[in-house]
């Protein structure tokens, strides 16, 4: 019998849902509400003690975020306790109806889709505050702007440089208590291809959005907000920590920046994608007059 019509029976029904949470391209969990393993779609969801709120069907979009509660040695919000990861978390709810531990696409429905906002610590469990995507249509897209910086990403489609070119791969050697500060003699500021000398002596190679990713799981990054060279070894300092991070661990660092048309052309020769408009006047001849 197809989903549609065990849904709407009058006491045929057995629901049971599925829990797939996702990080980059990544299931970092799959959960079910059966009391046993569950096969949807090659993936093997396995039972959890995990429990729902109702989304509101109404107009408003807050009425429908869901609160979903897990006990708080789960593996997904033990992402969350020390750190907000790096990226976004998704989570999508599919439902169907027992006695099928085999559900195929006709015997399964998708409940509700969002994203995990928050995570929140009560006693032995955690609930974590999701919201619909319906929530990210009704927001404002980032808009282009009139300025002499460029408006494209680093490393995006418009952007179009291959970040691999930029890319300086590392052991660490050393690492802070607070694990802010990572030390290690692999790490250079100026690798080929690029040159030295970028126009701006103080425009350094990780300015400007300069971060730094785990090899082993490549969706964790780190903003690089500084870079020392000190004792024939170079150190960065990393927005927020990752977690667990230890001596030894192969780390990326990526170059960034500084959106100026300078840099733009030198350092990553790009200058015919720059996305800004650097001769803006800098003059205004309502404020100085006419002369």
């Given at each position: 019998m197809a989903f549609e019509d065990v849904e709407k029976s009058v006491d045929s029904g057995f629901p049971t849902e599925l829990f797939k949470f996702v990080k980059g391209d990544v299931n970092v969990g799959l959960f079910t509400s059966a009391d046993q393993e569950v096969v949807f779609a090659a993936n093997t969801y396995v039972p959890s003690l995990i429990k729902r709120t109702q989304p509101g069907q109404t107009g408003e979009r807050l009425q429908a975020n869901i609160q979903v509660t897990v006990p708080r040695d789960n593996e997904i919000v033990s992402l969350y306790r020390i750190i907000v990861p790096s990226e976004t978390m998704f989570l999508t709810i599919f439902r169907f109806h027992r006695p099928s531990l085999t559900p195929g696409p006709t015997d399964t429905a998708v409940f509700w889709q969002g994203r995990v906002r928050s995570v929140k610590f009560v006693g032995s469990e955690a609930v974590m505050e999701c919201e619909p995507l319906s929530g990210f249509l009704r927001r404002d897209g980032l808009r282009a702007a009139y300025q002499s910086l460029s408006n494209h990403m680093l490393y995006g489609p418009d952007c179009t440089v291959d970040r691999n070119?930029?890319?300086?791969?590392?052991?660490?050697?050393?690492?802070?208590?607070?694990?802010?500060?990572?030390?290690?003699?692999?790490?250079?500021?100026?690798?080929?291809?690029?040159?030295?000398?970028?126009?701006?002596?103080?425009?350094?190679?990780?300015?400007?959005?300069?971060?730094?990713?785990?090899?082993?799981?490549?969706?964790?990054?780190?903003?690089?907000?500084?870079?020392?060279?000190?004792?024939?070894?170079?150190?960065?300092?990393?927005?927020?920590?990752?977690?667990?991070?230890?001596?030894?661990?192969?780390?990326?660092?990526?170059?960034?920046?500084?959106?100026?048309?300078?840099?733009?052309?030198?350092?990553?020769?790009?200058?015919?994608?720059?996305?800004?408009?650097?001769?803006?006047?800098?003059?205004?001849?309502?404020?100085?007059?006419?002369?």
């Open positions: 070119l930029f890319k300086v791969e590392f052991n660490i050697d050393s690492i802070s208590i607070d694990q802010l500060e990572i030390t290690s003699t692999g790490l250079t500021s100026t690798p080929a291809p690029v040159v030295p000398a970028v126009g701006d002596p103080e425009a350094h190679f990780y300015d400007g959005g300069g971060f730094v990713e785990r090899v082993l799981t490549p969706e964790d990054k780190r903003l690089i907000v500084d870079f020392n060279e000190t004792g024939g070894r170079d150190k960065i300092t990393i927005i927020s920590p990752f977690e667990s991070l230890g001596t030894g661990e192969p780390l990326r660092a990526f170059a960034g920046c500084l959106r100026t048309r300078g840099i733009c052309d030198a350092k990553f020769d790009n200058v015919v994608n720059f996305g800004g408009w650097p001769f803006i006047p800098v003059r205004n001849p309502f404020e100085s007059g006419l002369r």
